[in-house]
């Protein structure tokens, strides 16, 4: 099983600010990566797949990179709407398995 | 626009059984991969099962022999039949639809709570 990390566990950022996150499998899984964030009560939402396309809908400032076994999403402007939990997923192999996630919380 | 909406929830005694549902609507079920994710109070996401659209299923080793998934075509619902329940199965349970190009939960419920405790 593909074991995946994440860090930092908490993000303090300020409104505005840009945020890093970072995501590390434990094995290589090309660019089979995705991004989820999820909101306080809500489901998780997809917002990249295959390491930096963003799903429908999601804005632009929401980017992602990387490839084999660390990966990175940027939040380039945070708004008052993306402080959230977000989490990383890998589908290069079975079982799928993600992260323990990151929060972004208000600095 | 696409709902999946999970009811079946609830608190259960180890040992016990529960059948979530998961009813869809502007997606057809037996047309999709659909899955289970599960998330503990306080922690990260977990796969539980998955259906393919051959009618195959897959199961996480965590409740692999204690969990079905299945579904009824004529209602459009998909279901996740729990036995043998222990106390780490507790979770928000969430219904899915996993995108059979890239292998990722594109459409989520908003989630049953499964509490399991004496």
């Known amino acids: 099983e593909i074991v995946m990390t994440q860090s930092p566990a908490t993000l303090s950022v300020s409104p505005g600010e840009r945020a890093t996150l970072s995501c590390r499998a434990s094995?290589?899984?090309?660019?089979?990566l995705a991004w989820y964030q999820q909101r306080p009560g809500q489901a998780p939402r997809l917002l990249i797949f295959?390491?930096?396309t963003r799903a429908t809908g999601i804005p632009a400032r929401f980017s992602g990179s990387g490839s084999g076994t660390e990966f990175t999403l940027t939040i380039s402007s945070l708004q008052s709407e993306d402080f959230a939990v977000y989490h990383c997923q890998q589908y290069n192999n079975w079982p799928l398995t993600f992260g323990p996630g990151t929060k972004v919380d208000i600095k | 626009e696409v709902q999946l909406v999970e009811t079946g929830g609830g608190l259960i005694q180890p040992g016990g059984s529960l059948r979530l549902s998961c009813a869809a609507s502007d997606i057809t079920v037996s047309n999709n991969y659909m899955a289970w994710v599960r998330q503990a109070p306080g922690k990260g996401l977990e796969w539980v099962s998955v259906i393919y659209t051959d009618d195959s299923s897959y199961y996480a080793d965590s409740v692999k022999g204690r969990f079905t998934i299945s579904r009824d075509n004529s209602k459009n619902t998909l279901y996740l039949q729990m036995s043998s329940l222990r106390a780490d199965d507790t979770a928000i349970y969430y219904c899915a639809r996993l995108y059979s190009s890239a292998l990722t939960f594109d459409y989520w419920g908003q989630g049953t709570l499964v509490a399991v405790s004496s």
């Open positions: 094995q290589n899984v090309n660019t089979n």
């Open positions: 295959g390491a930096s």
